[in-house]
């Protein structure tokens, strides 16, 4: 039988990155997931301040060329790929000159909020799920880390419900300490509509549509909500308490076994084959 799929949809991964929390679980997590029998797919964006030629980064020619429209405008998706040899795992990355490759982080050079940080977070779901869609691969549970990744559990169970790669797939968000330290710009959830998610669903949050706001967004259409930080918002905790969504506390020992056994709980058949004698 084949083994059990976990695609992770990542903000950051070391060593592409500089080493923090989010970039050390970004890498570990996978690694002891597809230790433990799953089969995995990860993607992150390409940072401008990630070395292509230290990273091995190289385009993947047949999963390049398509035209995402965000708010009207058509941005070209390329997808490179590489592997962490030492972790014996590959890494798809979301690049496109204006949103990523020539720009840094969530930051720039003067330690600014990014003002289409919001427009990037969209490019970067909305190429992850169509890439995965050409790649024929149907993941059980979709593992989203970071603020980056926030809209994404909105696309699965809106816009990308009917896609047979999706349609069953389950999605769980970790969340982080705030990072971000100004709201999206006010074109953002305009840039957000697509196909089912469209602006209504978005009245609920507010217009200032802040790091909190992406949090609530996240926990709102995920399956389950992991405190990988322990700096994390307690407020986003108690809303995601008052939901009733599955929460995951956070852990400093035997994180990956706690989170595989939260993914049994999520989706309990989301669980590794035995391998047959």
Known sequence: ?????????????????????????GRDIPQAIQEKGYEIRIFM???????????QLHEVQRLSGMNLIIDDTDHPLIIKVASIQSAKIQVYFI???????????????????????????????????ETVKKLRWVP??????GWMSAVVPLYIKTAYHDEP???????????????????????????????????????????????DEL????????????QADPAMNED??????KKETPVLKFKNDNFADAIEDFYNQIAPDATPDEEED
Request: with cysteine; proline share 4%; aromatic share 12%.
């Open 236 to 241: 986003l905790l108690d809303y995601a308490t």
């Open 45 to 55: 964006p390409e940072w401008g301040n990630i070395n292509e030629r230290r990273g």
């Open 140 to 145: 059980d549970i979709i593992h989203c880390q």
């Open 165 to 211: 790669s999706f349609t069953n797939t389950k999605v769980v968000t970790s969340l982080y300490a705030k990072s971000l330290t100004k709201g999206m710009a006010d074109n953002f959830k305009r840039c957000v509509e697509f196909r089912e998610a469209t602006a209504d669903l978005l009245e609920p949050y507010n217009d200032n549509f802040d790091f």
């Open 95 to 129: 690049d496109n000159d204006d949103y990523f490759n020539k720009r840094l982080m969530e930051k720039d050079s003067q330690g600014e909020d990014y003002p289409d940080n919001g427009e990037r977070a969209v490019f970067f779901a909305r190429g992850v799920l």
């Open 1 to 25: 039988m084949a083994k059990k799929k976990i695609l992770f949809i990542n903000q950051e991964i070391a060593p592409y990155v500089p080493d923090t929390l989010m970039s050390l679980m």
């Open 215 to 226: 949090g609530k967004l996240a926990i709102d259409y995920s399956d389950g909500i992991i």
